[in-house]
Structure formats: structure tokens, C-alpha cells
């Protein structure tokens, strides 16, 4: 059974930062593009960025370039998200999922960011 767990989340004032993880079980990540995606309250789930099998090509959402980085360690089965220079509009749970197909949706993680 696929499992896909995010964590890393938390409360921080703008400008911060934090690091998300996605630890996979029931899956070897290392198949397949990853990606992180989010979703705000009264919104849909929506793209933030992604990353090659071998972490050897990145996308971001324009709305993050520049301040988030994507990366993954193959040997640990997880993906990271580095957040840096948070902004209020970075408020969402945050989740994890293969980038061109449909692993399940985990839990996701929350991240709040205040003014």
C-alpha cells in the first residue's frame, strides 16, 4: 500500500522559513518525477513545484520561484521542500505526489504564515 506522509509544517511569521518532508512507503519514489503541491482554504489544490527521478531538473510555480527549492534523496525515499521568505499567501496544507500521475493524496502538512 502506497503511503505518502508530509511533515515539517508549522506556525512561522513572514519572512521565515521552513522544511517539509514527504516520506514514501509502498512506493520507490526513485520511478518517478515528484512533485509539491497546496491547497488554501476556499481554493483548489494547486502546483508549486517538481522534480526529475534523478533531482537533476526542477520546476517551480511562478509564485515561488526564487524562494522555495525542491530536492529529494532517493537512498531515503523522501522529497524535501526548503521554504524560505514566507509570505501570509504561502498559507495552505501542503502535499506531496508523484508529478505526472496519482500515487493517493497523504494527510498533507499545514503551514501557516502570519503578517
Known amino acids: 500500500q502506497v503511503q505518502l506522509v508530509e511533515s515539517g509544517g508549522g506556525l512561522v511569521q513572514a519572512g521565515g522559513s521552513l522544511r517539509l518532508s514527504c516520506a514514501a512507503s509502498g512506493v520507490t519514489v526513485s520511478l518517478y518525477a515528484m512533485g509539491w503541491f497546496r491547497q488554501a482554504p476556499g481554493k483548489e489544490r494547486e502546483f508549486v513545484a517538481d522534480?526529475?527521478?534523478?533531482?537533476?531538473?526542477?520546476y517551480y510555480a511562478d509564485s515561488v520561484k526564487g524562494r522555495f527549492t525542491i530536492s529529494r534523496d532517493n537512498a531515503k525515499n523522501t522529497v524535501y521542500l526548503q521554504m524560505n521568505s514566507l509570505k501570509p499567501e504561502d498559507t495552505a496544507t501542503y502535499y506531496c505526489n508523484a508529478a505526472d500521475t496519482n500515487l493517493g493524496w497523504g494527510q498533507g502538512t499545514q503551514v501557516t504564515v502570519s503578517s
Open positions: 522534480i526529475s527521478w534523478s533531482g537533476a531538473s526542477t
